[in-house]
């Protein structure tokens, strides 16, 4: 089946690091790849999106990668902050129809001052 | 200012009973969705709907109902069925065009005990 995975290991950085996570996905090619930030208690917030045929994006201090070769999407926060701490997940509809959006476990960064 | 209501933020009911999350939308969004999110675990789908009087299970339908009356509502209801109802639920409304984002509340919490 059709699977989504993000290494459920906290992140833990310096303030001013570059955080970088990862999104691997299994059995299937998906049209695009969704970033999201979720803080405790609340709903996710959408963040990026990458489509298959792009290989970054970026928005602001965020960079997404995505690498259909090895089947991954790299997120990236450079200059990371405290208040970038929060879990983030990945999603992408896990075939051609895009109705159903399937999401990763998430990682969980903490960026310590 | 748009958005997604889920309500209520906390929840707390018997085993046995069954009980109803509201969801509701302003953003006149097509497709609806509800996920079920557990400690340490990513979203997992329970149902979705793309348009009012039609919907679909997702992975883990089984002691869930849904019902698609109107564009704006999708309530959800876990019934006695239901082995593990004690979560954290999430709805979310995109417009259902291919590579829009989800728009999530901020959740329901249910016990029950």
């Known amino acids: 089946s059709q699977k989504i995975e993000q290494n459920s290991e906290a992140l833990n950085i310096q303030e001013g690091k570059t955080a970088t996570l990862t999104c691997n996905y299994t059995?299937?090619?998906?049209?695009?790849l969704q970033w999201y930030r979720q803080d405790p208690g609340r709903g996710p917030v959408f963040l990026l999106l990458i489509r298959e045929n792009e290989k970054e994006k970026r928005k602001e201090r965020l960079k997404v990668t995505f690498d259909t070769t090895l089947k991954q999407s790299l997120f990236h926060i450079t200059a990371s902050q405290p208040a970038d701490s929060a879990t983030y997940l990945c999603?992408?509809?896990?075939?051609?129809?895009?109705?159903?959006?399937?999401f990763g476990s998430g990682t969980r960064l903490s960026i310590r001052p | 200012d748009g958005g997604i209501t889920q309500s209520p933020k906390y929840l707390f009911r018997k085993e046995g009973q069954n009980v109803t999350l509201s969801c509701e939308q302003n953003l006149n969004h097509d497709a609806m969705y509800w996920y079920r999110q557990d400690p340490g675990q990513g979203l997992r789908l329970i149902y979705y709907?793309?348009?009012?009087?039609?919907?679909q299970k997702g992975d883990i339908a089984e002691g869930y109902s849904v019902s698609r009356e109107k564009k704006e509502s999708f309530p959800l209801t876990v019934t006695s069925a239901q082995k593990n109802p004690t979560a954290f639920y999430l709805c979310?409304?995109?417009?259902?065009?291919?590579?829009?984002?989800?728009?999530f509340g901020n959740g329901t919490r249910l016990t029950v005990t």
């Open positions: 709907s793309q348009i009012v009087n039609d919907f």
């Open positions: 999603a992408s509809p896990p075939d051609s129809s895009a109705s159903k959006i399937i």
């Open positions: 979310a409304s995109t417009t259902g065009q291919e590579n829009s984002p989800l728009h």
């Open positions: 059995n299937y090619s998906p049209a695009y």
